[in-house]
């Protein structure tokens, strides 16, 4: 299936509730998230706390609010999936709908692996597993070899990873970011070799011959 997205990232709205989210995520990146307060989110933006607690009224709210911005996308990927057939085609397309998902989560996905303390103590750490586990039974056969399992598994956390893996990589990141649905694109491939594919019932083939 061909992509009827734009080839560049979709850019981020200039509002206050966003630039919060930017700053926020960029400073719990650069210093850890213990180390970051609120007063210092609010100096590097140039804002009053004041303006500040009008949107969040703590740190934790700024984490819960990245996530529950991602989960919309990911709960509309999520229904679509369950509404279409169980082929390599749909699953080929939900990886890629995956990743335009992502587009611009790579900040949220850095602070995840620099703060995976923060994230398993957040109940909205456990809703995001939730939803990766759904995707992952959409993505695989019931039935299927351990292996196979494997592979679409680390479809999911290959496009996870290589948001910040590829950071230091040199190249456009349009151009990183399709390598990267290249490679969970074949990995979901392979785990859904012709064999598992459901053969034709017997009194079909018997129909077709008679």
Request: aromatic residues 6%.
């Amino acid at each position: 299936m061909q992509e009827n997205t734009m080839s560049t990232p979709h850019p981020r709205r200039g509002n206050t509730r966003q630039r919060i989210q930017d700053v926020a995520l960029e400073l719990f990146s650069e210093r850890g998230y213990e180390k970051t307060s609120l007063r210092e989110i609010a100096e590097k933006l140039e804002v009053t706390k004041a303006a500040l607690y009008y949107h969040f009224k703590t740190k934790e709210d700024i984490v819960i609010s990245l996530f529950e911005d991602l989960r919309g996308p990911i709960d509309t990927l999520i229904a679509w999936a369950e509404l279409q057939p169980r082929t390599l085609g749909t699953k080929q397309e939900l990886i890629r709908r995956y990743s335009e998902a992502l587009r611009n989560a790579e900040p949220l996905f850095r602070f995840m692996q620099e703060n995976q303390a923060t994230v398993r103590d957040l109940a909205i750490g456990d809703t995001f597993k939730e939803r990766m586990h759904t995707l992952f039974g959409l993505l695989r056969e019931p039935e299927a070899e351990l292996t196979d399992q494997v592979r679409c598994i680390t479809a999911l956390f290959s496009i996870h990873a290589g948001m910040f893996a590829m950071q230091n990589v040199e190249g456009d990141p349009e151009e990183k970011r399709r390598a990267i649905l290249e490679v969970a694109t074949e990995l979901v491939t392979a785990a859904n070799p012709p064999s598992h594919r459901r053969p034709a019932r017997p009194d079909s083939a018997q129909t077709a011959s008679s």
